[in-house]
């Protein structure tokens, strides 16, 4: 009997090649598909064909945590604490800000990038006081601050609308928005790891709201504990569809679940393996044709796999991330920070040229002799 030839990334290169957009069937069957090599090689053909060059982005950014109390109860986060718990903390703008001037003169970072818990016990002060103390003592460094889910919570603390947040928080100093809270956005998963979290519908409101005011965004998805492919492909499609309608996304980061110290770990959940996180970044690539950066998030990934994903179809690394807590928390084992020498080796390493960027992707130092 003659061997059965799947001609499923022929037919998924024919559509990339003349430059058609894939469809929903076209995103499940590259995830069904068990040819890795040949799906990184189609996802790097699809970036270059996009527009893409041999320069993979970095940032110099400091990640930071004002609390990590939280009302709500994700069932697979292992960062948030309730007020009464012993780890729990919340730093007074005065206080946080100190901390990051001291930070600022040890590190020449150009970007702030901070999500918290939502905490109940705050107001809406809280934040766009932070934010305008930033601002005021550091005025030259880019602040991409708080999810959507973090924007709602606002909304809830002040009886604010969405716009009207956004608006106190961009006249405070506020330059985008972080794209944590997305998780998974079909209802059944919801329901299943987070549901006391709003809808996905209001993640949604929230940066279609930011991008027609002029503050972009990022957007994720974090993938590996009880999602489908469908549901994953639905997820990249939503993203794709928002896209088109105010291009505000600067970056998609794909988040590999990490389950230690969550309820999943005692279910026997694992981490992701190296092969399932090059995967979501290659179909993330062919089917995102809108976004133009896709991050390989070394943090989550470790930083062998994301220099192998810059084969795969991501462009960039990332960044110092100096603090990191959340992946940590969840029994990351691949550090907090990486140098930028040791950023630039790695890039090079992969046959990639290194870019410093800043968090709007413009170009600061560049490495290609």
């Not at 697979?76 to 718990?85: I, V």
């Not at 990249?236 to 969550?262: C, M, S, V, W, Y």
């Not at 133009?292 to 795969?312: C, D, G, R």
Request: glycine fraction near 6%; include cysteine.
């Amino acid at each position: 009997m003659a061997a059965v030839v799947d001609n499923t990334l022929d037919l998924v290169r024919e559509k990339v090649e003349a430059g058609e957009r894939l469809d929903f069937d076209d995103g499940l069957a590259l995830l069904e598909s068990d040819d890795l090599l040949a799906l990184g090689e189609l996802a790097d053909l699809a970036r270059r064909l996009r527009g893409g060059d041999d320069r993979v982005y970095f940032i110099q950014n400091l990640y930071l945590y004002q609390t990590n109390v939280c009302r709500v109860k994700c069932k697979f986060c292992a960062f948030a604490a309730t007020q009464k718990q012993a780890h729990a903390y919340t730093t007074s703008p005065d206080e946080f800000v100190a901390e990051v001037v001291a930070d600022r003169q040890q590190i020449p970072f150009t970007e702030v990038h901070m999500v918290n818990g939502e905490s109940p016990h705050v107001g809406f002060d809280f934040y766009r006081d932070t934010i305008a103390k930033l601002h005021e003592a550091l005025p030259d460094v880019f602040l991409k601050c708080y999810t959507a889910s973090e924007i709602h919570h606002m909304t809830t603390l002040s009886g604010l609308s969405h716009e009207e947040v956004l608006r106190e928080l961009k006249a405070a100093g506020l330059g985008a928005l972080t794209g944590g809270g997305a998780e998974v956005f079909a209802d059944r998963v919801r329901r299943l790891v987070a549901p006391g979290k709003e809808h996905p519908d209001i993640w949604f409101h929230v940066h279609d709201t930011a991008h027609r005011l002029g503050i972009p965004t990022h957007c994720t998805l974090l993938y590996g504990h009880v999602e489908t492919y469908e549901e994953r492909v639905d997820h990249l499609l939503r993203l794709r569809e928002q896209q088109d309608k105010t291009g505000g996304f600067l970056a998609f980061i794909p988040l590999a679940f990490h389950p230690e110290n969550t309820v999943f770990e005692r279910r026997g959940f694992k981490f992701q393996t190296g092969v399932a996180d090059l995967k979501m970044l290659a179909v993330s690539r062919l089917l995102l044709d809108n976004i133009e950066n896709i991050k390989a998030y070394w943090i989550s990934l470790t930083m062998p796999v994301a220099q192998v994903a810059l084969h795969f179809g991501a462009n960039d690394v990332q960044g110092t991330l100096v603090r990191e807590e959340i992946f940590r928390a969840a029994g990351s084992k691949a550090g907090t920070e990486q140098k930028l020498d040791e950023l630039v080796r790695v890039v090079r390493a992969a046959g990639r040229i290194p870019v410093q960027r800043d968090t709007l992707y413009n170009e600061l130092r560049r490495w290609d002799d």
